[in-house]
Nanobody, 121 residues
């Protein structure tokens, strides 16, 4: 199973920026989507953004216009550039891989420890 290691979180003031990085390891996943998810305290994990192997992107509404996802297939890495951060962006951010099967998106990797993002107002 694919494993991931996330990094880049930290504490930033509202309006600031952070760049999250994730490297995936394991069985071939080059045809899969790579994505970022987040989980705030007391809330369910939610999709932030995902990118296909040919770089087609999908963003959650809250991420549109502020976050940018990119991937380097040669390095098995996915990046999330987050700008204009808000206090409500405070969460643990996770990355993972997955793909569509019979119309449903299935996560196929193991969840890592995530990286904490704290946005102070």
């Amino acid at each position: 199973q694919v494993e991931v290691v996330e990094s880049g979180g930290g504490v930033v003031q509202a309006g600031g920026s952070l760049r999250l990085s994730c490297t995936a390891y394991g069985p071939y996943f080059g045809d899969d989507y790579m994505g970022w998810y987040r989980q705030a305290p007391g809330k369910q994990r939610e999709l932030v953004a995902r990118i296909s192997s040919d770089r087609i992107t999908t963003y959650a509404n809250f991420a549109k216009g502020r976050f940018t996802i990119s991937r380097d297939n040669a390095k098995n890495t996915v990046i999330l550039q987050m700008n204009s951060l808000k206090s409500e962006d405070t969460a643990v951010y996770y990355c993972n891989v997955g793909n569509y099967h019979d119309g449903s998106f299935i996560i196929t990797g193991s969840w890592g420890q995530g990286t904490q993002v704290i946005v102070s107002s």
